[in-house]
């Protein structure tokens, strides 16, 4: 099992930067995948951004390539997502989603959820 708790989600200004965080704690040892979705009000959720155990390979939605980074510390079990340039467009609750053996921009691969973060973005 792998529980997720995100952290880090507020309020900032068009153009600000936040950066969110992820711990997971696992009972099961693998070797996780873990990503970034995100679901505004009235609209499905989407993938931001992925990246594979190794940390060697990350994946990014369009909409966040160039603004955001995400990273992991798999010594401390965490995965973050650093975003700059916020636009009012990006105001979401952000998921963290692990799924065991790749990573993937499809959510129904993610066996794994947190409960989100709120990021509001003022313009």
């Known amino acids: 099992q792998v529980h997720l708790v995100e952290s880090g989600g507020g309020l900032v200004q068009s153009g600000g930067s936040l950066s969110l965080s992820c711990a997971a704690s696992?009972?099961?040892?693998?070797?996780?995948?873990m990503a970034w979705f995100r679901q505004s009000p009235g609209k499905e959720r989407e993938f931001v951004a992925a990246?594979?155990?190794?940390?060697?390979?990350?994946y990014y939605a369009p909409s966040a390539r160039g603004r955001f980074t995400i990273s992991r510390d798999n010594d401390k079990n965490m995965v973050f997502l650093q975003m700059t340039g916020l636009k009012p467009e990006d105001t979401a609750v952000y998921y963290c989603?692990?799924?065991?053996?790749?990573?993937?921009?499809?959510?129904?691969?993610?066996?794994?959820w947190g409960r989100g973060t709120q990021v509001t973005v003022s313009s």
């Open positions: 990246i594979r155990w190794s940390g060697l390979t990350t």
């Open positions: 989603a692990a799924q065991d053996g790749g990573a993937t921009m499809n959510d129904a691969d993610y066996e794994y």
């Open positions: 696992i009972s099961r040892a693998g070797s996780y995948g």
